[in-house]
């Protein structure tokens, strides 16, 4: 243990978190990606933060009606050097960080020619103007047999179809493109000099075999791409070779450092709140949303909702994803002009059958039924119906959808016992969780670590760094038990939800 001091982040708190002179070499510096910021963390071998040392750095989504949904990859990239300067760029952390690791959001896109400087804006999940495109794909592959044989189905999430939509809609900007990145990989080539893509980031592409761990030749050639243009695989115990010394001196804390290609913010969201078995069910709620069980094993066969992505050799991460949680949480609040505490209120209100079904998908529908073009509908809406009345109907739609989930869930991944939930939502309407729970039929355990997605990427190094420490549990915030009165209700609203879906989204 050392003995250096440090000075405390003014939003720190004691609860969860340890001072640097109390913290187990060797730490780990960890960066995520998000929708709505860039953060990072120092960690302690345990996998506890280590207080004082942290930075975030706001940022959004530049979208658009048409599906646009974008984001410029030299501001992440500036904010993730602005973070390690903070961070790690301090005397009393030379020779203790071991490993530096990245994750970001899911499906991210950007195309660098020659010299590494990007020749596109970085593409999100979200961006769904690859629609055109993904029909065609539809038409063509056997959609089961690609969901089986990659671990996702085509969606406009994913990238086949965003590459085909590059191709034919910006025959510019891809024949520029030497290489094609994801968010992760491209900071990493910016800030290292090399790159690579961590298999949880390949996986998250829909063009890695989750049983070979190797880029799929099919899917390859149905993108319109070949492998020489995209990133080696690395699993998670493997660093990232060849990083140039000279740019990364620059960080007195980082002299001793490896450093490990990008993955998914899904798979460190997921180990970040204790998600690391089959026995757990995790929910997250932020921005977008998801539902995943870790599995040690290779199902053999993936239900048709959900997605199954490779972690390594032995490991994937079987669930579903949901494009609007915090989204819609968010247009609540800006189009209805409700606040938290409103939406609370609202959350923990008496369930009412006046309350309009409401199909959460304001930009699109993954998990279950991959409806990437559906939108938002409000049912049973009559002149009588107020704001709060629309929030509530959404608020149980957002529970709907995890429901969904759930079902599929349930039927491939055997030996649950318990559901977590966690994330950004959660914390601003924690009320939000009964719903969930009373939805689910189920007791949702509310786990309220902040920064648990760099948490989880610090827990992902620490498997190769310090194998033999004993890890740190965080406490739980509470329990939110089904209630039976609420049952029966519950059991309405999930019909008229399948309903609505039956006659309005499915088979888009």
Request: with cysteine.
């Amino acid at each position: 243990m050392s003995k250096h001091k440090s000075t405390p982040h003014p939003d720190d708190t004691t609860d969860f978190s340890a001072p640097l002179e109390d913290a187990l070499d060797p730490l780990v510096m960890t960066l995520d990606i998000g929708s709505t910021a860039t953060r990072g963390s120092l960690h302690d071998a345990a996998g506890t933060p280590v207080r004082g040392y942290r930075h975030k750095i706001p940022h959004a989504f530049a979208t658009a009606a048409d599906g646009t949904s974008v984001i410029d990859p030299d501001r992440v990239t500036d904010e993730i050097a602005e973070i390690l300067d903070r961070v790690c760029d301090r005397p009393e952390l030379a020779g203790r960080v071991r490993g530096v690791g990245i994750d970001s959001f899911a499906s991210s896109l950007v195309g660098v020619d020659a010299q590494g400087d990007a020749v596109t804006e970085c593409f999100t999940y979200a961006d769904s103007r690859c629609a055109p495109q993904l029909a065609q794909l539809r038409e063509e592959l056997d959609e089961l047999e690609v969901q089986q044989k990659m671990g996702a189905r085509l969606h406009t999430s994913y990238l086949a179809p965003r590459f085909r939509w590059l191709r034919e809609t910006r025959p510019e900007q891809f024949g520029a493109a030497a290489r094609w990145l994801s968010i992760g990989e491209y900071v990493w080539l910016r800030l290292l000099g090399t790159t690579a893509a961590g298999t949880a980031t390949a996986a998250w592409t829909g063009l890695l075999n989750r049983r070979s761990g190797h880029w799929d030749k099919r899917m390859l050639t149905a993108a319109g791409v070949s492998e020489d243009v995209l990133s080696p695989v690395l699993d998670p115990h493997e660093p990232i070779p060849d990083v140039d010394p000279a740019r990364v001196e620059r960080w007195q804390g980082l002299s001793e450092a490896q450093w490990f290609a990008p993955v998914a913010d899904g798979l460190c969201a997921n180990l970040g709140v204790g998600g690391t078995g089959e026995d757990t069910i995790v929910v997250s709620a932020a921005t977008s949303g998801a539902m995943r069980v870790l599995l040690h094993h290779q199902p053999q066969h993936i239900p048709a909702g959900l997605w199954c992505y490779r972690i390594d050799s032995s490991r994937c991460l079987l669930g579903g994803a949901l494009n609007d949680v915090g989204r819609a949480v968010s247009w609540l609040q800006d189009t209805l002009a409700l606040d938290d505490a409103v939406l609370n209120d609202v959350a923990a209100a008496p369930v009412s059958a006046d309350t309009p079904g409401v199909l959460p998908f304001l930009t699109g529908e993954r998990s279950t039924g991959w409806a990437g073009s559906a939108r938002a509908v409000f049912a049973d809406v009559s002149a009588s119906t107020d704001a709060p009345a629309m929030a509530r109907g959404m608020l149980e739609g957002i529970a709907g959808s995890y429901r969904r989930v759930s079902d599929e869930l349930e039927v491939a991944a055997h030996g649950v016992e318990r559901i977590v939930a966690a994330g950004r939502v959660t914390q601003e309407l924690p009320s939000w969780l009964q719903i969930l729970g009373d939805y689910l039929g189920k007791p949702v355990i509310h786990q309220t670590i902040k920064r648990s997605t760099c948490r989880g990427n610090a827990l992902l190094m620490l498997e190769s760094l310090a194998p033999d420490v004993e890890r740190s549990h965080p406490e739980p915030a509470g329990t939110y038990a089904p209630r039976e009165a609420a049952q029966d209700y519950y059991r309405g609203v999930h019909d008229r939800f399948e309903h609505l879906y039956d006659a309005l989204v499915a088979g888009r």
